[in-house]
């Protein structure tokens, strides 16, 4: 298993966002994990990934416990992430967002090319700050920066959030070629989409893991998709 | 012109009137484009800010990183000038030739940058990295106390040293090389050696800075860290790392910045060179965008260019009406205020500056996070 997620209590302050979240992510596997606005989803990556550590629970990455360790720790493990609203370095250069998450000891050029044969639509702008891009091409760059940074695991927060119909499709294509690539835990909205990224998902609901199952198995007609995925 | 001003002092109100010349500002600005008044003004003005962004540097590196206001910056400045003047007076002797008395200084600046990098370095674990959770308040008063021990401590082994705590310590401007200590005449008028010297360090820092940042793995993670600290993190960069350097880093150019101080005498050494210090570096680093290294050097030059100007301007016109009311105010109303004039300026820029773009020249809406 390379993620194991064992009854983790996450807290932000005093309110009590995860009680109890298990899940599991084999190696080369691609997973969901649904659920409406603010049931925790987002929480569950950033527990991961030790930015909001759980209090109880733990979390394993092949095998090590990391729980509580430094998120640059995590990191360093091979865990990525591809957050919410992108979160580029606004004042560096595309190039230089690339090299930031590059890995020291990698080689910068084959990065270069790994990114931008990725997302030839991104090459144009290696010399632009991040910050000027377009919600999608920043989208890309998010999703460059953490295939760059040779990762076995990629926690990818809502990929389509904010963005185009045409993007949407760009940077689910780009999810698919990297399906094939590396693991992935994808948080998503798009009901749709998340199903068609993934092999299994898990549903959550008000901190709670609720149902879980293969994608393949549900369609968005599903009573128990349409109680929980309803706003 | 008659100017009548009117005065409060013991609920009586006196009113006293005071004659003005005038000088057109356009006397003043043609006088200015004199060869040798020109070349008095760029070179004074471009002396003072290779200084102010020696001293500046350090804080926007801090601020821009770590999100700290570190008000002991002023205190870094003042150890690094009484360290790098003590080696000077031990080192240096009649005897000593220039060549001599500068590879000694550029010594002495090498042991106090790394002394105090260390120093900086071993204060940010030990006493700033446990108050990063806490509101910005716990972190100005820390260094605010960091401030009040050191200088504290600085007055007493001063004392027993037989110096003079509150006024600049001579005996550091012995050691000076002669060709920095002398005058040299550019079309009429005197330059002092020290400037271009000042000058020359001012642009190695600006110079090394910009390197480091922009060509430098670390200097991209520190860039990176000052934008985003959370998702640097999650890229697998150990912020807290950066933090200790850069801190070090920063109080080490602070004490760096004092040795050159040390030598200069519009400062040299003394105790209250904490205070002096600390307010440039906050002007400068508010004028430019508080975090922001081009924001640093663009408000360093600008300020430097004021305080020239105005030093320049001060002599050469007693019509300079906000000096002379305060010279002929009859002896209980009179106050120095034309020696503070170029001061005064400084800070006149920063509230203009703060009225008309408060986040600064170049400053970006938020920095630091962590």
Known sequence: ?231 | MIVELFFQSGGTLTALDVPLSSTPVTEVLTDAMDPGALARIVLDSLSKAGLYITIAVGLTLIFGLMGVLNFAHGSFAMYGAYIGGVIMVVAVTSGTGDLSRLVIFFGAAAFVLALMTVVGGAIEKKLIRPVYDRPPLFQILLTFGIVLVLDEAARIVVEWRGITPRSRWEGPFDTLPAFLSARYDVFGSTIRGIWLFEIAVGAVIVVGVYLFLTRTRYGLYIRAGSEDGEMAQALGIDIRQAFTLVFGVGTGLAAFAGVILMWDPRFGASVPLTIEALLIAFVIVIIGGLGTFKGTVVAGVLVGFIDGFTTWMLPNYDAVEFALVSAVLPGEWAIPMSSNLPEATMFLALVVVLIVRPQGLYGIEEVGGH
């Open chain 1, 1 to 231: 298993m390379m993620l194991e997620v064992e009854n983790i209590d996450t807290y932000y302050g005093q309110s009590h966002i995860l009680e109890g979240v298990s899940l599991a992510v084999e190696e080369g596997e691609s997973v969901a994990l649904i659920g409406r606005n603010g049931v925790g989803k987002t929480t569950t990556l950033r527990s991961i990934l030790q930015l909001t550590p759980p209090t109880e629970g733990s979390i394993t990455f092949r095998g090590e416990d990391i729980t509580g360790m430094e998120t640059f720790e995590v990191a360093q493990r091979g865990v990525g992430w591809v957050p919410e609203e992108r979160r580029m370095f606004a004042h560096l250069t595309v190039d230089e967002n690339i090299e930031v998450s590059t890995p020291p000891e990698a080689d910068l050029d084959a990065a270069y090319d790994l990114a931008y044969e990725t997302f030839p639509d991104l090459e144009q702008f290696r010399d632009k700050d991040a910050g000027t891009l377009s919600g999608g091409q920043q989208q890309m760059l998010a999703i460059a920066r953490g295939l760059v940074g040779q990762n076995d695991l990629l926690l990818i927060d809502e990929p389509s959030e904010g963005l185009a119909p045409l993007i949407v499709e760009q940077v689910s294509e780009a999810l698919e070629a990297l399906r094939a690539e590396t693991t992935m835990l994808l948080v998503e909205q798009n009901f749709e989409m998340a199903m068609d990224l993934t092999d299994r998902f898990y549903l959550l609901d008000h901190g709670q893991v609720v149902e879980s199952g293969q994608s393949d198995d549900v369609s968005a007609d599903d009573e128990f998709i349409q109680r929980y995925l309803s706003a």
